[in-house]
């Protein structure tokens, strides 16, 4: 009996997709410097200091920003500047992109006529880096495809810091050979970790922010409390940080708050972005996580009082307000 849901024909072109994308594997080079050239899609805090990386490591890159200015670091380091997302990809076989919202990656990379995928010749490959919606990963790479090219959901984790160090934390969802022929673009941004197939890199960045929300939750309160008891708070946060309560959000903001550096590393903005994200997947999935919407409306408190380009350090200021207390500098600092 024949099976009712493909039909020879729908049999025949997976047999053939198969096939053409085995040699088609086969037949692409190892990337390097020499014969790869690298666009980049978004250069603000994160972006620009990642793709400096792979401009010190002699590949040619073309970059675009809807900002001009801020790519002009990286034009001095070499950097050739495109108008448009699809003038990017029609000088690269590889394309990054790292922008704001689900509706900008859309945007740079599905546009029909200034999108990168429009200009992206067969073979090529594209990189969201994006914190992004699982689904338009998935619509990403179908429309990929669709054009013999390929395509990566490769989210990211570590801030500021791990972009400027290149220690990231890389979520990379697609198909599993072309996230390791990546390989030697990522190795310059930080450790790749393979999550599965397309949008399986969104889901495991989700679940990290959701990890984050907490964490960040349980340091600013350990403060405050800290600091009501009557503690040095810098002095508390030292002795912590080697105990069971240290973590990387420590690491990285607990003396940037008792300083009041609320410059972002992570803009508030795209956090409250991230965790409404994620809110959304738990309603699909059916399950309640109850610290992720507490979180998620303490910082949707920051962006009401005008603080979403702050950095999500900036919940300290929540938690302050609530308890109508400011944190002194801490001598230890």
């Known amino acids: 009996m024949p099976l009712p849901s493909l039909s020879l024909r729908s049999l025949h072109r997976l047999f053939h997709t ?65 108008p448009s997302p699809h003038a990017v990809a029609a000088r690269s076989d590889v394309v990054f992109s790292i922008v704001g919202y ?14 990168a995928l429009s200009a992206l010749r067969p073979g090529g490959v594209l990189v969201d880096m994006t914190t992004s919606e699982p689904s338009l990963a998935v619509e990403i790479a179908d429309a990929a495809t669709a054009k013999g090219c390929h395509s990566i959901d490769a989210p990211v984790s570590g801030g500021d810091r791990g972009a400027k160090n290149g220690t990231l934390a890389i979520f990379a969802g697609g198909e599993e050979s072309t996230v390791k022929r990546m390989e030697a673009l990522f190795s310059h941004l930080g450790k790749v970790n393979y999550m599965g197939g397309s949008g399986k890199g969104q889901f495991a960045k989700l679940a990290n922010q959701v990890t984050i929300a907490s964490t960040m939750v349980g340091l ?24 069971a309560a240290g973590s990387k959000s420590l690491d990285l903001y607990g003396k940037r708050i008792l300083n009041r550096d609320l410059e972002p590393g992570f803009f508030v903005n795209h956090f409250v972005k991230d965790l409404g994200i994620c809110l959304k997947e738990c309603q699909n999935m059916g399950i309640a996580l109850p610290g992720l919407a507490l979180a998620q409306q303490l910082y ?34």
Request: charged share 10%; hydrophobic share 40%.
């Open 102 to 115: 689900p509706s900008d990656v859309r945007s740079v990379l599905l546009h029909p006529s200034s999108g």
């Open 220 to 243: 600013v309160e350990g403060m405050v409390y800290a600091h009501k008891a009557g503690l040095d708070v810098g002095l508390y946060l030292d002795a912590i940080s080697t105990g």
């Open 18 to 82: 198969s096939i053409v994308r085995h040699f088609m594997a086969a037949a692409e080079p190892t990337i390097s410097p020499s014969n790869t050239r690298v666009g980049w899609i978004g250069t603000g805090v994160m972006g620009q200091s990642m793709c400096a990386h792979l401009i010190r490591a002699g590949y040619t890159l073309t970059v675009f920003n809807r900002t001009p200015s801020k790519a002009q670091p990286l034009l001095d380091l070499g950097a050739y500047f495109a």
């Open 300 to 333: 949707v408190s920051l962006r009401a009082h005008g603080e979403g380009n702050l950095g999500t350090q900036a919940l300290i200021l929540v938690l302050e307000r609530l308890n109508n207390v400011t944190l002194p500098p801490s001598s230890n600092t």
